[in-house]
Structures are given as structure tokens and as C-alpha cells.
């Protein structure tokens, strides 16, 4: 019965999702609902009824299957290809092709990257077109083992058909099967290396055994260390899961993560100055904030706007603010990067400095900057229009530029067509792809009882959203183009994998430290910290989607982000903290309000003795505050429940 009950909730929340993406842009309730619905009713046939017979795998795969998926990759491609011939470029491409060209590198773009996918293809055919057709062709290999992995796994042939044209239909790989940015052979390397890991974890880690399969493991491996600098972080932890949990292994990937340390750091400090270009590159959400607070009355000291003023002209702030990307700012200044590797501390302790003392203009600018990388709502606004880079003497000529204009003026009818309907949300909306990796995460979480083993499929692409998060501002949505394709594969594994038999010593431990029963206070005060600290984020989180997107009143969405972060705070506490009461749940629910209501008045207090009367930095005040709130209400509830018990 629970099972049945915790299925539902899931469907009832990607339909809620979906159903509001329908309706944004001119949201009606009627409609919302009739949409939610139709969505909750398919969504619920498709993962209860069809399950079993979607899931039909084969070691044996015919030769026109495979034909078949190549024909089906391939045509998309060719219609991407002739549209944006020779190549969707841009300035990073401009810059990277540059460097090629002169023979001169830095590292201000990784330059294994640089070198494999712009220099050795320039070697054979001195051309943007021979990188894009390098890069295109490693795409469809990378496909066909995709298609080959799910028939081997999961799905029958007609199966297998849905989803890669789903996967070739979408309007982001029409346009990024051709694009020549460092961000896509980086998402198809974490997209590989998914792949892998839900083998190795299928297999329990016999998979690696293979000679063959550990070269390419090694090859993608580089591939998510070399190709963006933040690759870093999933590369390390990826091994790091691996070395833990599969200790057959452990020498393998012991010698190989060293191995690839030393020589990455060894070759290059001789062929590129490691400094070049290094630290400005970590300011996008710095520099994004405080463009932000500069637009929005924050103070700043003169020396302040000095150091702002050397970075980019503060004219330009305003001129050229946006509140997801300071790119736009930051192009108009010529001096930026050098300015602000110079000013690097400076920069940052500024930026530490206004963010402490504007604690709510933070939070609203961060979650504007984040929010591509989660929304439901449709921003790609450059899906239908191509570059060409004429100062590498690219240009249309003749019967080509004939044919592929007329190609583009039919995949931007498409483009538009699919922009402008529901089927954006197959396609075109991140927070879909990021809600179902979390969604089949839940499922594996649930199935495996906390083995946490089985999660290291997840850690390459929720890492590397992670890091995109953090350092890099995410409107533009090729940071973060692995969750889309990351999305296929990890539902499928979420979806058909089955119930663990055996549970690890970790993961007993786990389940008694977050989900058995229990009465001791030590625990209880443990999994409360987490309850409290999921209804904090919810509450700040749906406070901002009131008053920023909804347009209501800050008041009232205050009120009714605080109602929604108390039921979440009750309804998690029942089920991991306070287990065993039975009890009237109005009466219970009454009380435990009652407590939270308290808890908020005290906060105010606290606030006022601290700040008003002490005179505490108010920054201070609220931490301190915060904690001793956050005592009062644990220990009034868990007082609570011990009379009624």
C-alpha cells in the first residue's frame, strides 16, 4: 500500500511540473488543471501498465537494428549540418580556433580539448568544417553505443526506436551536433561515462575486468578531466565512489587517477602558462551579484568602485545588465581578465562583504542567475538562428549555400514549432531532464534500501550541475546540456532495475541513522537538522516563486511559503523523527503549528535584543537566532510528543 501511495505522489509531482511549464506564460487555472490530468492520467498508464513489457533486453542484436538506429541518428545530423554549415561557431570557437591557427596556446580554454577537437581535424582539412565533422562523427558512435546499451539492457527493439528519436528530434542536439564549444564533447563525456557506470554497478563491477572496457573507461575518463576545468570535481569523485565500493578494483583505478594527475599537470606546466586566464574565470557568480547589487542600491566605498570601474566601465553595469549572466557586461571591457586575476582578493572579500550585509538581495540574485538550470519555463532563445565565423574565412558559396539555406529556413520552422508548443517539454526544458535524474535517484533510493553503490551512476552529472551552480552563471544552457542527456538513461535505470536482496554494513547503518524508528533523542535531533533544513529551503525557495514569478504580494507570499515549509516540516518529522505517536492529527497538527508560530515570534525577538539593544552585526544576530530557534523547536515538540505518548 505505501508503495502504491509513494508512486502516485511521484506522478502527481512531475505531472505538477509539467502541467505548470504548459500553462506559464499565461497561466489559467482551468486549463492547469485539465493539463495536470491528462499528464498525471498517461504518466500513471505508462509506468504502471506498459513497465513490464517495455522492459525486454537481448544480448543478440541484429544487423538492420543497427542500420537502423544509424539511418535514424545520422539524417537529423545531416539536416543540423547543412543548416549551420560549416559549424554552429561562436567566440569561444573563434578564440579556440585562433590559437590553432597561430600555434599559440593557453589555458584559458583546456587545451587537450583545443588540440583534439580543433587542431588535429584542422591537420587533415585546415576548415571549421572538418572539426564539425570530427565531432559528428565521434556523436554517432556515441549514439550507436547508446542504442546498443539499451537493447542489451532494457528495452526491445520498437523501444529503443522511441527513445533515440526522442533523443535526435530535440532541437538542442540538432543545433549542438554541429556546435564547436568545449561544453559538448564534455556532456556526451559524462554521458558515456554514465553508461559505464550503470554497467560497472550492474555488474558488480566486472565489467571492468575487460581489457577493452577499461581503455575506453580511461579514454572518457580523460575525456571529463580535459575538456572543461570544473570536469575536475565529477572525474575525482566518480573515482573516489569507485575506489570505495569496489575494492577488486581499486588498484586499476588507484594507478590510473594518479597516472592522469601527474601527467595532466607534468605536460602541461611545459607547454602552457597555467596562470593564464585561471582565476577570472571563477567570478561569473561573483561578478553577477555584484553587478546585481550595483543595480539595486547595495553602497559601495569609493576605492569599491575603483576596482569595479578597472574591471568593466561602470557606465556598462547598467547599460548592459542582465541578471542571469554577466557576460554581457563583461564583453564590453577589455581589461577584465587581466584586472581581475589582479584583483582576485579584493574582488571576493567585496563580494563576501555586500552578500553578508544583503543576505536577501543574495538570494534573489543567485536564484536568478541558477534558475535555467531548474526552471520549467522555456529560454532558449537562441534555437533558431545560426553564426558563421567570416574572419577564419568561412562563407556560403554557391549550390552549398543555396541548399543549406533553404535546410535552415525549414529547421527554424521546426525549431518554432516545437518552442512554441507543449512538446518544449520533451526537449527544451533542463528543470524536466534535472527532476527526472532526481526522480529515478529517489527510485533507486527506495529500491536498494540506502546501498549507496548503486548511486554512483548519478555522481558525473549531478556534480557537475552542482559546479555549474556554483561557479559558472547558468544562462547559457550548453553548462549544463549533460542533464539532458543523462536524463535517458538514468530513468531507464531508475525505472527497471530491481529490488536488492543483500544491504550493505553502510547502508544498515544508514537506514538507522535516517529511516528505521526510533527513540532516542540523539538520532531524532539528527534527522530533525535535515527536516528543518529541507522546510528552510522550501520556504525561502516558494517565497521567491510567489513573489517573483506569481507577482504576489510579498505578505502574503511569506504567509503561505511558511504554511507550505511547516506541512513539509510536520509531515517529514511523522515519518523520520517522530514515528511512534499516535495520535488526533488536527489536534497534533494544531500543536505542532502552534510551536513553529512561537518558534518564528522568538526569532523576531532574539533579533531586536541582539541587534537593536547589543548592537550584534545583525548578520550574527540571525545565526544565532537561527540556532537557538531551531533548539526551542525541537525540544518543544519533542516534549510534545512525549506527554501524548
Known sequence: MRKKYTNLIVVVLFSLMLAIDINFTNFNIISFGISMIIISFITYIITTKFKDTLSIKTNKIKKYEILTYLIIITIPIIIALLSYYPGFTQFDTINQWNQVQLNSYNNWHPIFETLIFLKFPSLIYNNILACTIFQILLIIVTLLYFCIFLRKNYLDFKSTLIVILLFTLN?????YSVTILKDIPYSYAIFIMTLFLINIVRSDGEWLNNIKNKIIFIIISLGIFLFRHNGVIPFFFTFLGLIIFYPKLRKFLGITLVSILVGYYLILCNIVNMSNGGRSEMLGVVMSNLSYYY?????????????????????????????????????????????????????????????????????????????????????????????????????????????????????????????????????????????????????IIKKTKLNIK???????????????????????????????????????YGLFETRDKKVSKLSNFLRKLFIDKTNKTLIQFIRYIFVGGIAAVLNIGMLYVFTDIFKIHYLISNILAFTLGLIVNYTLSKKLVFQDIKINKKKEFIIYALIGVIGLLFDTLFMFIFTGLIKIYYMLSKIISTILVFIWNFVARKIFYKIMK
Not at 532541437?171 to 543545433?175: H, M, R
Not at 551512476?457 to 547559457?476: A, K, Q, S, Y
Open 171 to 175: 532541437p538542442l542536439f540538432l543545433k
Open 295 to 443: 543595480n539595486n542600491d547595495v553602497e559601495f566605498t569609493k576605492d569599491e568602485l575603483e576596482v569595479l570601474d578597472k574591471l568593466v566601465p561602470l557606465a556598462n553595469y547598467k547599460k548592459y545588465y542582465n541578471p542571469r549572466n554577466f557576460d554581457y557586461a563583461k564583453w564590453t571591457s577589455e581589461t577584465f581578465n587581466q584586472e581581475a586575476d589582479k584583483n582576485f582578493d579584493k574582488i571576493i572579500r567585496m563580494w563576501l562583504s555586500k552578500s553578508f550585509k544583503n543576505p536577501g538581495k543574495f538570494l534573489i540574485s543567485y536564484m536568478s542567475m541558477t534558475s535555467p538550470i531548474f526552471e520549467v519555463r522555456n529560454k532558449i532563445s537562441d534555437i533558431d538562428y545560426k553564426v558563421i565565423n567570416t574572419n577564419t574565412e568561412i562563407a556560403h558559396k554557391g549550390m552549398i549555400k543555396k541548399v543549406s539555406d533553404t535546410v535552415y529556413s525549414g529547421l527554424v520552422s521546426y525549431n518554432n514549432t516545437v518552442t512554441n508548443s507543449p512538446l518544449r517539454i520533451l526537449f527544451l526544458n533542463f528543470g524536466d531532464s534535472l527532476f527526472l535524474i532526481l526522480v529515478s535517484l529517489y527510485l
Open 454 to 492: 548503486r548511486w554512483i551512476p548519478f555522481i558525473p552529472v549531478i556534480l557537475n550541475t552542482f559546479v555549474i551552480m556554483l561557479l559558472i552563471t547558468g544562462e547559457e544552457y550548453r553548462f549544463v546540456y549533460s542533464q539532458v542527456l543523462c536524463s535517458y538513461p538514468l530513468i531507464l
